[in-house]
């Protein structure tokens, strides 16, 4: 019997099943996932990706092995699922509120676990709302990576404003950043807005400041791995590019967030862990897109997951919690009540 099910994720009593985003779009295929190793290796490949997803998988992870195996192993198994990708804080969130009821035993894990996952589902609804106010009918909106329901427990984070705009009527036009490497643009955002009835074109990334010069983007509307106390953010690499872009063209850029995404202990952007990928996946594709090699097979790469966009080039931050400008955020009202 499925106990929660999100457009990704589906939580059983003893396993996950998950919907492997390396086959989106091609296949719709839901893998069970019921150890650390199994959940490591999909979050490892990205099979299971998207900041706030990657969170709530581990919590119930942990929670599932926790009913299994005695106290004493829980905390190296929470920080195995820590290291596996450095980035996301929202990872950490959750481990965190996880590790703060290991006193209280295994049932209380699960039901923790269970409780991110509402807050979360809760969160994405209010950002989105907040977001789809900036919204307007005739906007064209310029987006990247995936930042949709695949991403998280409910409606998304950039594409949850672009989703609830359109449940209001708002008619956009939504270009979508490829996002090299790993194309989750192309493969995955390309895939939620045909299933949102948004229509859409598809763009290299390399195409978006040329796009913004021909008048063609109103905003640019992207999610967020890290937040710090500052405003600077990391976010899927590409995305500095585009709003120093859109800072040229005095097009709007919007960050949409949860406050899970928010981390206080981060006061500048150079504190921010950024993840390194192996650079098979920038000589070629590999896995569910084939086995493709188009540069030399030894060519040196540099291949960070992840980039920060210094927190002057934003318009505003889109969180649950509100919506800040730059004067809200240098006095700190992004982080009030945190926790
Ligand atoms: C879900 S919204 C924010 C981010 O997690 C998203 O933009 C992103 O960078 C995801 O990176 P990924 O490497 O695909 O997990």
Redesign the pocket.
Known sequence: MVNLQSRSLRVYADALEYLDQTRLPQAEEWVRCDSPDAWQHAVKH?AI????L?GLSAAFVLAQYAARHPESEWQAVSDRLRATRPT?VNLMYCLDAMEACFAQGANALAERAKALFEEDRALCQRMAERGADLLASGDRVLTH???GAL??AGV???IGALAIAKQRGIDLHVYVDETRP?L?GGRLTAWEMADLGIPYQLITDSMAASLMAAGKVDKVM????RICANGDFA??VGTYMLAVAAHYHQVPFYVV?PYTTVDPACATGAAIPIEQRDGAEVRGAAGAFGEVVWAPSDAPVWNP??DVTPAKLVTAWILDTGVFDSAAIARGEHLRGWR
């Open positions: 990205l990706r998207g900041a706030p990657i996301a990576c995936n930042t991403a998280t998304g984070t950039a790993l989750q992207v999610g967020a791995d976010n899927k967030a997951a992840f």
